[in-house]
């Protein structure tokens, strides 16, 4: 106890901004059901395991530690199973879902001795006992990073239009800290406040008989009184106190929330007890069973061990766990991030809050999934880890990947790859990424015979699918007679009676460097337009080469549309005959200089149909004007959709201008780490209103546009692979990885991956792992093959 007292100057009591980590170690996938427990620093109120709670004394030299321990409760075999009385799992009254209960206990740790002392316990300090209620009941950082991120149940809040305007009634009330019951019946847990009459009555019934029995929302009938906040979701922290407004059936905002507490006599230190209504909603959209995705009819043979370990799906992150799986089996991660780097070192060179150290996390998930220490059997299959520190840390500053909706895995590979390429900026020879990336040369003859070669870097080769090659056709004109002569549909026809195009993979491969017209380029030595011929090869070949399969296209109408189609990949390929080899003898380079005429003409213009209807409707010329323009003309659907979502921009009546001064300098900044010249990044943008994805279509089909700003090469000037830091290899492939997909859209569905192992193809299908006795070579959406060198 002398020795607490003598360290109480390194404790801390947490505030409500703090962020309180005390469900998982910051390091590893420790949590308080791990053996030794976490330990939560009473200082910086991280958590630690027990294997690297040491470190972090050396570190820090902070002494005192919450230790967390869960252990199983004992359930007698003999219990009787109780009859169910509802048609729900998991709850009162429904059937028994045999899920391990655990029980939590509490002790003070002081470092570096591991001296412990007991809690609770009136003998300890007062500061001690404050600061460690308020750490356990603090909502974990861990839980209220992924409720923040939960947006299709957590939309942003708004202001209630009934707040500033709500009468209460002096009917001295005074709601008790704890002990609240509701008026009308004898529930004790969801239980809601009216802001107007002080009535505690309890909550709605759900559809499976739990929750309340509707007090709360009869009385709103009754009196029509609107706000209601719930009991036990009230802190310091007002923003976090669920406050449900009756008339607009929604959950708001209450700017006046303390005011209007006040006049209950209702204390701003009351402890929250309660899920708010995100946190309920997050943990019945968490619950799903997404392991039910198997390969078809196949029993699966679970696999334990290092590099089987299984990720736990956070909520639509499949496309998250299906590529980090592929990355954590190619030699370049696991030397990066692994093999060559311990998670002490990680530590050690992490700032002060290692959850938002990208390499710090990326080190926690490669030592999660390498190590076996997570892939052991817990009944019938393995539990897996949740990524939740490295996807916070991963998705940071982006809108997208730091929701919970679904994603496509093609851009967060690329987005992972960005972020690691900056991570590594200082040790560019330490970066993983460029081990994917290769240079990409495109030769663009003109009809005066000259020619211009225009070079980028890229970390995938993005394919079309040529149906009109398919190796079954016969069969596919079958098929299609007999559909159409008997008037059935594809959809009321089992899988295996539908016949679907089959396309070589080599198919892909020469449409991607088959040569390609481009109507109304510009000639520099013509000093008109004319039509040229592209052709595209690639300047290196990297250490992994990703194909990547647009089975998305646009339909007619811009509708979204998935090719039904099977690529048949073989096991080896063989990309030598793909290498470009540069300006070559006897060729002539294009002069440089495109007039600034030309370059005007590419700007965009508003499709004057698009805004006619639009003014018809009743819009602002000029706002239809900017609608069709900012939606690349897509139809009148998008542009209106466009403007409902911007008629509040500031500059939504500033005229059209294509000025430098317009583009954003960190879209620029985007563009020129992806290998464009600062010029050609500005044309860009401002010929795509900002848009970087945009942007990047619009430099590749507008090639005239970059002839004097990108990198040409001349017999003189054209650099090696070596030269521009790049790996390069002979041009044979073996395939070993794939990301596979279900569904309509990248942004739905589901990802699985299949990797191999050890002569084997292995299943990732989130935390489920197992031996693939059918690998669905010819349904990928990503493939990953490994350079063979002689």
């Known amino acids: 106890m002398e020795l607490l007292r003598s360290n109480l100057s390194r404790v801390q009591i947490p505030e409500p901004t703090h962020r309180i980590y005390k469900h998982e170690c910051c390091l590893s996938f420790d949590t308080p059901r791990s053996e030794g427990g976490l330990f939560v620093d009473m200082n910086s109120f991280l958590a630690f395991g027990k294997d690297y709670v040491a470190w972090n004394h050396e570190k820090t030299g902070n002494p005192v530690y919450l230790h967390i321990k869960e252990t199983p409760k004992s359930v007698p075999e003999d219990r009787p199973l109780k009859k169910p009385t509802l048609l729900a799992i998991g709850v009162d009254g429904g059937f028994d879902n045999s899920e391990t209960e655990y029980e939590e206990s509490y002790s003070i740790v002081i470092l570096p001795d591991f001296v412990s002392l007991p809690f609770p316990s009136v003998e300890l300090p007062e500061k001690v006992r404050i600061a460690v209620d308020t750490v356990l009941s603090a909502v974990g950082a861990e839980r209220r990073e992924q409720v923040a991120l939960a947006a299709w149940t957590a939309d942003e809040k708004k202001a209630s239009e009934h707040a500033l305007t709500l009468q209460q009634i002096k009917s001295g009330v005074v709601v008790p800290p704890s002990g609240w019951k509701c008026a009308k019946c004898d529930k004790k847990e969801n239980l809601w406040l009216n802001l107007t009459d002080g009535m505690i009555l309890c909550g709605r019934k759900n559809w499976d008989g739990t929750g309340g029995n509707n007090h709360a929302v009869e009385n709103y009938k009754e009196t029509s009184y609107p706000l209601a906040v719930k009991l036990g979701t009230i802190t310091a922290d007002l923003e976090s106190a669920d406050v449900y407004s009756y008339p607009e059936d929604d959950s708001v905002l209450d700017p006046l929330l303390a005011q209007h507490l006040a006049h209950f006599g209702i204390d701003l230190s009351l402890q929250k007890t309660e899920m708010t209504t995100a ?265 992994y080469l990703v194909l990547h399969m647009r089975k998305f296209v646009m339909d007619a109408g811009w509708v979204p549309k998935k090719l039904d189609v099977y690529i048949d990949v073989p096991d080896v390929i063989d990309i030598s005959h793909m290498r470009s080899k540069g300006l070559q003898p006897g060729e002539e380079l294009l002069p440089d200089g495109v007039p600034e005429e030309v370059m005007e003409t590419a700007q965009p213009v508003a499709n004057e149909e698009i805004v006619a209807q639009l003014v018809s409707m009743g819009f602002n010329q000029l706002h239809c004007q900017k609608a069709a323009i900012n939606t690349s003309n897509a139809g009148v659907e998008e542009a209106t959709n466009w403007l409902f979502s911007h008629m509040d921009d500031p500059d939504i009546d500033a005229p059209i201008s294509h000025q430098a001064s317009d583009v954003d300098q960190s879209s620029v900044d985007t563009l020129i780490s992806f290998g464009f010249a600062e010029e050609v990044a500005r044309k860009a943008l401002k010929a795509s209103g900002g848009d970087i994805e945009k942007a990047t279509d619009w430099i590749f089909n507008n090639p005239n546009a970059s002839v004097s700003d990108m990198d040409v090469s001349s017999s003189s000037s054209a650099q090696t692979p070596a030269q521009t830091g790049l790996p390069d290899g002979g041009g044979r492939y073996k395939l070993f990885g794939i990301v596979s997909h279900m569904g309509t859209s990248t942004h739905c569905g589901h990802y699985v991956a299949h990797i191999l192992k050890e002569g084997r193809w292995v299943i990732f299908n989130d935390s489920k792992v197992g031996i693939s006795t059918d690998p669905p070579k010819d349904m990928g959406y990503l493939y990953f093959f490994q350079r063979l060198d002689n």
């Not at 900026?425 to 290769?438: Q, V």
Request: charged share 25%; hydrophobic share 35%; net charge negative.
């Open 279 to 543: 946190e309920r909603e997050l943990d019945q959209n968490t619950n799903f069973d997404w392991n039910r995705i198997q390969e078809s009819g196949k029993e699966l043979v679970p696999v334990f061990g290092p590099g089987y370990t299984g990720l736990v799906n956070l909520g639509n992150s499949c496309y998250l766990a299906a590529t980090m799986q592929i990355l954590f089996s190619t030699h370049s991660f696991i030397s990066r991030y692994f093999s060559h780097q311990s998670l002490k070192l990680a530590f050690e060179m992490a700032p002060a809050d290692p959850t938002l150290d990208l390499n710090m996390q990326l080190t926690k998930l490669g030592h999660g999934l390498l190590s076996g220490k997570y892939s052991i059997p817990v009944t019938e299959r393995q539990e897996g880890i949740p990524p939740r520190m490295f996807k916070s840390v991963v998705a940071a500053g982006h809108g997208e990947f730091s929701s919970m909706r679904q994603q496509d895995a093609l851009d967060f590979f690329l987005h992972l790859l960005d972020k690691v390429e900056r991570g590594n900026n200082t040790r560019p020879d330490l970066d993983p990424s460029r081990s994917f990336k290769f240079g990409v040369e495109e030769k663009i003859l003109c009809s005066s015979g000259k020619v211009s070669y225009n070079k980028r870097d890229d970390c995938i080769l993005s394919l079309n699918i040529p149906l009109q090659e398919a190796t079954n056709k016969d069969e596919l004109e079958a098929f299609n007679n007999q559909t159409a002569g008997k008037g059935l549909e594809e959809n009321n026809m089992s899988t295996d009676e539908i016949v679907r195009p089959r396309v070589p993979l080599e198919a892909c491969l020469a449409t991607f460097a088959s040569p390609e017209q481009i109507h109304d380029y510009y000639s520099t030595a013509l000093k008109g337009k004319t039509t040229a011929i592209k052709t595209t090869g690639l300047t290196s070949f990297p250490d």
